[in-house]
């Protein structure tokens, strides 16, 4: 990425270097504070298994309540610290020729049985001339299913997820459309930010990390929504040159429709 104008490239390499600095910081000081967490969660566990062997007098059930507090307040923030990591150390990624629809579909066959369980109907429309992309396919997977689940939340009396996929003028497209709540302005433009959520015991890094693998890609995550309409989220990648003039090889050496 290229410093801006405003910004000098030797300071803007020097601010670069800080913040490369500050982000493995915080993700080694987040990964240390997961192992004594661990410990107690594990503890709380065998403590739990203590008392229950007492009996169940008034005492000991004031403890296994305070015990279970405990444990659930560790596992949410084991939970917030993994979803940290996840966020703050996007990994190098291993970009190859892969299909989007493919990817899609994955993620999709995934929470088929939520969403027909939950009452809501999944339509594709995934265009199968779609030109191919680079793409690391463990990650943008994860990526996606952020996008999916975030959906199918918002939609808990049902409805309707569509996912299309389409070619675009520099490379290739995918909507995610769902007909659930909606969210306001205000929601809509801060729901890529670090740790913002609206959600009860949310981490708010989900789609923040979403969005930065499909960056990551050389893609960009538009949103578009209203309350009480739905919302649609628009996703696009571009076409490597080479594997554009690759397709548009192979279609003029297809032979002429008889």
């Known amino acids: 990425m290229a410093p801006p104008d405003t910004v000098p490239a030797a300071e803007y390499q020097r601010l670069s270097e800080q913040f490369q600095e500050l982000a493995e910081l915080a993700g080694a000081l987040a990964h240390e504070i997961k192992n004594p967490l661990s410990t107690i969660r594990l503890n709380m566990d065998l403590l739990a298994e203590d008392f229950s062997a007492e009996g169940g007098n008034g005492k000991t059930r004031r403890a296994l309540r305070t015990i279970d507090t405990v444990r659930n307040q560790c596992a949410r923030l084991e939970n917030l610290l993994n979803d940290f ?24 066959d995934l929470y088929e049985p939520y969403a027909r369980e939950a009452g809501v109907e999944i339509i594709r429309y995934l265009d199968p001339d779609l030109p191919s992309i680079l793409l690391d396919g463990e990650t943008l997977q994860a990526a996606l299913v952020n996008l999916v689940k975030n959906s199918l939340e918002a939609m808990p009396e049902g409805g309707v997820l569509t996912a299309r996929t389409r070619t675009t003028r520099y490379g290739v497209a995918l909507d995610l459309i769902d007909t659930g ?29 979403a969005r930065r693998v499909i960056e990551a890609h050389g893609g960009r995550i538009d949103v578009q929504s209203a309350l009480g309409r739905g919302t649609k989220f628009t996703l696009e990648f571009h076409t490597p040159p080479r594997l554009e003039a690759a397709a548009t090889h192979a279609e003029a050496e297809q032979p002429p429709v008889q």
Do not use: W
Request: some cysteine.
């Open 181 to 209: 709540c909606g969210m306001d302005e205000t929601t809509a433009r801060r729901m890529f930010e670090a740790f913002f959520s609206t959600k009860h015991g949310g981490s708010g890094l989900g789609l923040p990390t």
């Open 85 to 108: 990591l996840r966020f703050s150390r996007l990994r190098n990624l291993n970009l190859r020729p892969g299909s989007l629809n493919d990817q899609m579909n994955c993620v999709l």
